[in-house]
């Protein structure tokens, strides 16, 4: 099992950004898939981003495409979340989710599909 510590949430007006990070810890980290989701209020838990193993694939949920960059440092044992163009329905609390025996290059989005979780971060975006 490894253990998850997200940071780098706060608030934020319209049009900004903010870097989310993710440190694991106690697990072989380039083994794991590693992916993000959010929860707004009132809300489901819903797929953010996801990347492969190896850092090579990305997969991005429709609304933050082409306004997220999630990245990996395997040396590190980090995941980032570059979050651009911040918009109010960004705001939620950012979990960080890990998938132990994963592909290689597979990439995951569902929650089911993920074994451990982190504490989660809050993003707010002020209108």
């Known amino acids: 099992q490894v253990q998850l510590v997200e940071s780098g949430g706060g608030l934020v007006q319209t049009g900004g950004s903010l870097r989310l990070s993710c440190a694991a810890s106690?697990?072989?980290?380039?083994?794991?898939?590693m992916a993000w989701f959010s929860q707004a209020p009132g809300k489901e838990r819903e797929f953010v981003a996801a990347?492969?193993?190896?850092?090579?694939?990305?997969y991005y949920g429709d609304s933050v495409e082409g306004r997220f960059t999630l990245s990996r440092d395997n040396a590190k044992n980090m995941v980032y979340l570059q979050m651009n163009s911040l918009e109010p329905e960004d705001t939620a609390v950012y979990y960080c989710?890990?998938?132990?025996?994963?592909?290689?290059?597979?990439?995951?989005?569902?929650?089911?599909?993920?074994?451990?979780w982190g504490q989660g971060t809050q993003v707010t975006v002020s209108s």
């Open positions: 990347i492969s193993r190896t850092g090579s694939n990305t």
């Open positions: 989710a890990a998938r132990r025996f994963a592909g290689a290059e597979t990439i995951y989005y569902t929650l089911r599909q993920y074994n451990d």
């Open positions: 106690g697990g072989t980290f380039s083994s794991y898939s």
